[in-house]
């Protein structure tokens, strides 16, 4: 099975690149974030014509996940469970950034958008720990109840873990994204029991997932790694390969973000 997870920016706006990419890759299912749609100003309909079950969660023109899949979708679930809303105050709601489902044979799969966390000092900040935490807990807890659990914890995390995941340290001096409290957060996910299935097959600097539209980032080659694929230990053994689609980073009406893409063998 290939499953695959990528930040669009935006479904609307690059429907045909996830089905080119969907028909080139052959991925089996596809995790994507920051759909910026609520569920009814989607149009699936070329993608169920191309074998696939879509599920979407979006409030508004911000955020919002969904999963695609041509192996089954089931038990749909739209939010972790305790995650806090924003604001984190009586007007807040929670924020369509987590859906899973079970797909294939019996892998759970979560599609995740990590707050950005904004500036040190912003409240957006501390919610973003707090969100991890909520993820820790719930991926804690599906291991304690079935250490055999086939579960998969995908997208953007909007933490670069280790000093090679960014271009130049110097420049997030005092920014979010590298503090140790947003890193020992994403420690504690993988403390949990899940474990990076990429990384080892793409170690060292210059590896990245995201480029800034701005400034010329991806031209220059400075990009930050920020997706993940987090897998249980069933899902770290059944792992035959991986990559990143840098080249769908390319190109007009690009993604900030490029694909991962995980091969496994129950």
Do not use: C
């Amino acid at each position: 099975m290939r499953i695959a997870t990528w930040n669009i920016n935006s479904l609307r706006a690059r429907m045909d690149r996830v089905l080119a990419f969907l028909e080139r890759h052959d991925v089996d299912v596809l995790a994507l974030q920051e759909t910026k749609a609520k569920p009814e100003q989607l149009d699936l309909t070329a993608l169920q014509e191309a074998g696939y079950e879509v599920s979407a969660h979006g409030l508004n023109q911000w955020n919002g996940v969904a999963l695609i899949s041509r192996v089954g979708l089931s038990d749909v679930r739209t939010e972790l469970p305790d995650v806090p809303s924003w604001p984190e105050d009586e007007t807040g709601v929670v924020e369509a950034r987590a859906l899973s489902g079970v797909v294939g044979d019996g892998l759970r799969i979560w599609s995740l958008y990590v707050p950005n966390g904004r500036e040190l000092e912003h409240p957006h900040y501390a919610y973003k720990l707090r969100w991890l935490e909520a993820l820790r807990a719930e991926a804690s807890r599906t291991l304690s109840e079935d250490p055999a659990a086939r579960a998969v914890l995908v997208g953007d995390f909007n933490v670069a873990p280790m000093d090679e995941d960014v271009w130049d340290m110097s420049f997030f001096e005092g920014k979010t994204h590298v503090t140790e409290p947003e890193r020992a957060a994403f420690r504690a996910v993988v403390d949990a029991g899940y474990a990076d299935v990429v990384r080892p097959d793409h170690e060292g600097p210059g590896v990245y997932t995201y480029w800034d539209y701005q400034a010329l980032r991806f031209p220059k080659k400075e990009g930050m790694r920020i997706d993940f694929v987090l897998g249980s230990p069933a899902v770290q053994s059944a792992v035959s390969g991986s990559f990143i689609d840098r080249e769908e980073r390319k190109g007009k009406g690009a993604s900030d973000h490029a694909p991962v893409v995980v091969d496994l063998e129950f």
